[in-house]
C-alpha cells in the first residue's frame, strides 16, 4: 500500500523535520516534502536535496509496488540518506537492485540509535500494513560518529 497523503509545503529548516515523541524522544514529522537548500562551496553546488516522509512519518522510497517481499531498513542518517533525495536512499537502490521485486521500506532517522529502533518494534509503529505483510528480511545500519 503506497502513502498517498499530499506533502505538506517544503520547509527550509532541518529542525522542521522533527517533532517530539514521548516514547522515542523525537520522530520525523509525518507528511513533510522538505527542501533543506543547496549547499554552495566556492561557487560550486555540492547538493540540493528533496526528503520525503510519508503519512506514517518514515522516508519515502519510490519505487515499483508491486514487489513479492517487503524489507525493513532501520538505522541513522546515513540509513535515512541525510544529503540524497528519495531514489538515491540504500533502500531505493536496493529495491531498484532488486528489480522491483521486494519493496524497500526506510525507517532510518536522523540520531537516532538501536534504542529508538527497538522501541519502534516493541510499539508496533511501523507501517501499519506491514503487520500483516510479506516482511522477509530486515536490516539495521548505523554509522559510527568520530569525536
Avoid at 509545503?9 to 513533510?32: C, K
Avoid at 516534502?33 to 566556492?42: D, E, Q, T, W
Avoid at 540518506?81 to 529495491?95: K, V
Amino acid at each position: 500500500m503506497a502513502d498517498h497523503a499530499q506533502p505538506a509545503p517544503p520547509s527550509a529548516s532541518p529542525a522542521e523535520y522533527f517533532e517530539p515523541d514521548p516514547e522515542l524522544g523525537f520522530r520525523l514529522r509525518s507528511n513533510l516534502r522538505a527542501m533543506p537548500g543547496k549547499l554552495r562551496v566556492g561557487g560550486r553546488e555540492i547538493f540540493n536535496y528533496t526528503a520525503s516522509v510519508g503519512r506514517f512519518g518514515w522516508r519515502e522510497t519510490r519505487q515499483d509496488l508491486r514487489g513479492r517481499s517487503d524489507v525493513l531498513f532501520f538505522g541513522d542518517s546515513f540509513l535515512y540518506g541525510s544529503g540524497l533525495n528519495d531514489d538515491e536512499t540504500i533502500p531505493a537502490r536496493f529495491s531498484a537492485a532488486m528489480k522491483g521485486t521486494v519493496i524497500a521500506h526506510n525507517f532510518g532517522v536522523p540520531n537516532w540509535g538501536a534504542q529508538q529502533t527497538l522501541r519502534v518494534l516493541e510499539l508496533g509503529r511501523e507501517k501499519p500494513e506491514l503487520l500483516f505483510g510479506r516482511v522477509t528480511k530486515a536490516f539495521f545500519l548505523v554509522t559510527q560518529r568520530q569525536l
